[in-house]
């Protein structure tokens, strides 16, 4: 665990403790996921060495549902590899992944949050270490500011000149339209590593017919990021969706020296894509549920262009039973791009009592290559689920097991145990 995300937690423990009385008059909740994971893997020091890593996901919020005031969120991973077999570079490891402080209020839908936080919106979808504000400005204007360190940046240089801050302001009218524009800027070590703005538009026309979009613009490079447009339409039992998006990829992926981009690497290859195509929902009727896909793909830089053609059915029972299938082609002019696709899954909870278990789970995916892809035509991915729900249902254990081999992946076989346990009480 790093030394920032023991003093947020340390902060969030404190604030559990510091909240004045009246503050209690709330709930708590704690979500625990602890997962024990075993696979083989080659170290530096064995090969083909087990790796027995296990790890806890803990959640703790204390608020009051549904109403405004003061509240806690905590939410974080440690994990510890209990063979020590070298494959992880620490033996123990983990973070906060948010901590922070939230007050609400109903006038003017009022929202503060102070701590560690993710903020999505507009061109903003960052984890910082601040403070964002938001609210109504009015009755047709709402707006929202945060700044505060990235928590994406790299502490090896200490964070000092480190920083992000931004906004978004938008023109509504409820149950009619939402009109955003944003901004976004990053630095590092002083020095510029990411500006974007951006509009996002959000319209409910008459008739059930709804169009989302957003286009993103990059100042580090002078043009434009991302184009991102559909619409949703409602037909009786059919629902449609066709999409439009675009990537640069030199602006998407951020072109500053300093940026902490995972895929910024990414930026150097001039590719873009181009994306378009719709999903077509059918329900049938209660149980029932047809989808039909089409995706057309096309890339600059690899000169390729994929259509994408797939068909889902999915028939669903009592409480979460469910069974289905999809079937997909893609033809594509590289070798990655021109496959066929075979899926079948299951959820099953309605079972014989005098079985020692609850539910079980199935995902079976089976891909084709036209083209071999490292001599390997194909690939194969298995899961099987089993679990049963204690405690009233606050406690579930599952085991599962997942099997893969693909071209560039021989084959892998991991086996993995989750105890989830949901517990909430009156403060």
Request: negative net charge; hydrophobic residues 35%.
């Amino acid at each position: 665990m790093t030394k920032w995300s023991g003093r947020f937690l340390g902060l969030g423990i404190m604030s559990v403790l510091c909240l004045p009385t009246a503050a209690f008059a709330a709930e708590i909740s704690v979500k625990s996921d602890t997962i024990f994971r075993g696979f083989e893997r080659d170290t530096a020091t064995e090969s083909e060495a087990m790796v027995l890593p296990a790890y806890e996901y803990l959640q703790i919020d204390v608020d009051t549902p549904g109403e405004p005031g003061l509240a806690l969120h905590l939410y974080g991973w440690g994990r510890g590899d209990l063979a020590d077999k070298d494959y992880y570079d620490d033996t123990t490891d983990g973070e906060v992944l948010y901590g922070y402080l939230e007050y609400s209020k109903k006038e003017a839908r009022f929202n503060a949050k102070l701590g560690r936080q993710h903020v999505f919106e507009g061109v903003a979808n960052e984890t910082l270490d601040g403070l964002r504000i938001s609210s109504d400005l009015g009755r047709y204007f709402s707006g929202s500011l945060y700044g505060g360190q990235q928590v994406a940046m790299s502490d090896e240089q200490g964070r000092s000149g480190d920083s992000i801050y931004g906004g978004r302001l938008s023109h509504h009218l409820i149950g009619r339209y939402a009109l955003g524009v944003s901004y976004k800027k990053i630095t590092n070590d002083s020095e510029d590593a990411e500006e974007m703005t951006g509009v996002d538009l959000a319209a409910y026309l008459p008739y059930d017919v709804n169009l989302f979009g957003n286009s993103t613009y990059n100042f580090e490079s002078e043009d434009w990021a991302e184009h991102s447009y559909e619409m949703r339409a409602t037909f009786g039992q059919l629902a449609v969706r066709p999409y439009f998006q675009k990537f640069k990829y030199d602006d998407y992926f951020a072109t500053g020296a300093n940026s902490a981009g995972p895929f910024r690497f990414l930026a150097d290859s001039g590719e873009e894509l181009t994306v378009g195509g719709g999903d077509f929902t059918l329900s049938l009727d209660s149980t029932w549920v047809l989808v039909g896909k089409f995706k057309h793909y096309t890339y600059e830089v690899l000169d390729d262009a994929s259509p994408y053609y797939g068909a889902q059915a999915t028939w669903s029972g009592e409480k979460h039973c469910q069974i289905g299938g999809e079937v997909g082609y893609m033809n594509g002019e590289v070798a990655q791009n021109d496959y066929y696709l075979v899926r079948l899954f299951t959820y099953w909870d309605q079972l014989p009592a005098i079985l020692p278990i609850g539910f079980v789970s199935a995902d079976v995916v089976y891909v084709g290559y036209d083209k071999p892809i490292y001599e390997e035509d194909n690939s194969l991915f298995v899961s099987l689920g089993a679990g049963k729900k204690f405690m009233e249902d606050a406690l579930e254990l599952k085991l599962s097991g997942d099997y893969s081999s693909d071209p560039y992946f021989d084959q892998d076989v991991r086996g993995m145990l989750t105890a989830s346990y949901r517990f909430g009480h009156s403060l």
